[in-house]
């Protein structure tokens, strides 16, 4: 069973503070979203980059850096980005965050073969969307690092939010796999790969969840425009998990959520060694925060199934 809100989705957040890395820390929206996450006792924060906007910033918020708080000063963002990923990798931070830096630059330091944080499985974003509408939390993959995947990198994408989702315990969850229609057409490559994604959920290839389409947005979320349209799926009208064909759907997808419902939102990326928050730099603090939050559940999660 999915979740309706935020509220129920960070009930259950560790009462265990988390060292997290925060890369180009210097940004009011950033330090506002650390300073909330410090005050409800959920990090411990490192704060990487240019140590005078990152004193600027804490105080517009009126956030006291604690003494025993490191700042890491590291002026350009490029060396904020790999002095964040080389404190996670040497164990003194738990998680990674991204602040006022450029994705591609956050990206390069997270995926350096030497130096990141690979793990073998391929790094992909999951999104989380409240969507007051339908009193839906939805889950949206991939709209922030794989610009064209081909099948098996959406394999391994859903795979990645499936496991996530685990984690958060919903045990089955339910995938749309997403299209501009709900047909097979070979002329529109998405449709095939939808399809696939669906037989490789009913023979098992990906396990514990049930993935459908090709589905249209519409009879993706609306049972009714699914009956309407003589669709018999069981994830019609209640999908966990949006699976979009590219990166530039899944890009619009989140921002209408955002701007036209006033979704509040979260996103963190997967497949790495460890949960990393990534939001746009043009996400409220409110959004920060949320993913910090979805961030540590996932991890706290997955360790859990580990000790299972």
């Known amino acids: 069973m999915g979740y309706q809100n935020f509220g129920e989705l960070l009930r259950d957040v560790p009462q265990k503070r988390v060292r997290i890395a925060v890369a180009a820390a210097g940004d009011v929206e950033v330090m506002s979203a650390i300073k909330e996450a410090e005050d409800r006792g959920w990090v411990e924060a490192i704060l990487v980059g240019d140590a005078d906007r990152i004193a600027e910033a804490a105080h517009q918020v009126?956030?006291?850096?604690?003494?025993?708080?490191?700042?890491?000063?590291?002026?350009?963002?490029?060396?904020?980005?790999?002095?964040?990923?080389?404190?996670?990798?040497?164990?003194?931070?738990?998680?990674?965050?991204?602040?006022?830096?450029?994705?591609?630059?956050?990206?390069?330091?997270?995926?350096?073969?030497?130096?990141?944080?690979?793990?073998?499985?391929k790094i992909s974003h999951l999104a989380a969307l409240e969507d007051p509408l339908h009193h839906r939390l939805y889950f949206l993959t991939d709209a922030a690092v794989n610009v064209q995947p081909d099948l098996l990198t959406k394999l391994e994408i859903v795979?990645?939010?499936?496991?996530?989702?685990?984690?958060?315990?919903?045990?089955?969850?339910?995938?749309?796999?997403?299209?501009?229609?709900?047909?097979?057409?070979?002329?529109?490559?998405?449709?095939?790969?939808?399809?696939?994604?669906?037989?490789?959920?009913?023979?098992?290839?990906?396990?514990?969840?049930?993935?459908?389409?090709?589905?249209?947005?519409?009879?993706?979320?609306?049972?009714?425009?699914?009956?309407?349209?003589?669709?018999?799926?069981?994830?019609?009208?209640?999908?966990?998990?949006?699976?979009?064909?590219?990166?530039?759907?899944?890009?619009?997808?989140?921002?209408?959520?955002t701007y036209f419902q006033g979704a509040r939102t979260a996103g963190i990326l997967l497949g790495a060694r460890c949960p990393i928050v990534l939001t746009s730099r043009a996400d409220p603090p409110e959004a920060k925060l949320l993913s910090i939050g979805m961030g540590m559940r996932v991890a706290a999660g997955s360790n859990s199934r580990v000790r299972q």
């Open 62 to 121: 009126g956030y006291m850096i604690p003494k025993d708080h490191r700042i890491v000063a590291r002026p350009e963002e490029r060396d904020a980005a790999q002095a964040a990923v080389e404190l996670v990798r040497d164990g003194q931070a738990d998680m990674l965050m991204k602040g006022l830096i450029e994705t591609s630059d956050f990206l390069r330091a997270i995926l350096d073969r030497d130096h990141g944080l690979r793990t073998g499985r």
């Open 159 to 257: 795979r990645n939010a499936v496991d996530a989702l685990h984690a958060l315990g919903i045990e089955q969850p339910l995938g749309a796999a997403l299209a501009a229609i709900e047909l097979v057409d070979p002329a529109m490559p998405a449709t095939v790969d939808a399809a696939n994604l669906s037989k490789m959920s009913e023979r098992g290839q990906l396990p514990h969840c049930i993935i459908d389409g090709p589905l249209a947005l519409d009879n993706a979320i609306s049972s009714e425009a699914a009956e309407h349209k003589g669709i018999t799926s069981a994830v019609a009208g209640r999908p966990d998990l949006l699976i979009v064909p590219d990166i530039e759907a899944g890009n619009i997808l989140y921002k209408a959520f």
